[in-house]
């Protein structure tokens, strides 16, 4: 339902939101860490996917405070195009099919992740504004 103009306009009004490139992808930093970042399926996840079809569709990957989070996360937002696969086995991440989301959905998400990296002060202000969205 929402495509990568829909993130580059949503994190390009988080404070402090730069633009980079990791791995030769697209990614969004704020205090100078990764919290989203375009991540199509390498070979090796390809080739893990076994007889499964993998998620079609433009897919992002978020930071999630904890792994904890992330298994929250993936339980209340299995159905909205979030899930994982095993190169994020322990990793506090989770990744977007973002065919499948809602653009409210999507802004919730992305907010939760910049605010995993952005400085407190910048967090606060930014929250003081009339975030978060829900």
């Given at each position: ?63 999630v ?47 939760d ?17 009339g975030?978060?969205?829900?």
């Amino acid at each position: 339902m929402v495509g990568f103009g829909d993130v580059e306009r949503v994190v390009a009004g988080l404070p402090g939101t730069v633009e980079a490139e990791r791995h030769g992808m697209q990614t969004w930093t704020v205090g100078g860490k990764a919290y989203a970042w375009v991540r199509p399926f390498s070979k090796a996840d390809l080739k893990r996917f076994g007889e499964e079809t993998p998620p079609e569709g433009p897919i992002l990957a978020l930071t999630v405070e904890d792994l904890a989070e992330k298994e929250a996360v993936l339980a209340a937002r299995a159905g909205d195009g979030f899930f994982t696969i095993p190169h994020f086995d322990g990793y506090a991440a989770v990744l977007v099919q973002l065919d499948k989301v809602s653009e409210r959905v999507l802004e919730e998400a992305l907010l939760d992740a910049w605010l995993v990296h952005a400085p407190a002060d910048v967090a606060k202000t930014h929250l003081g504004q009339g975030y978060p969205l829900r």
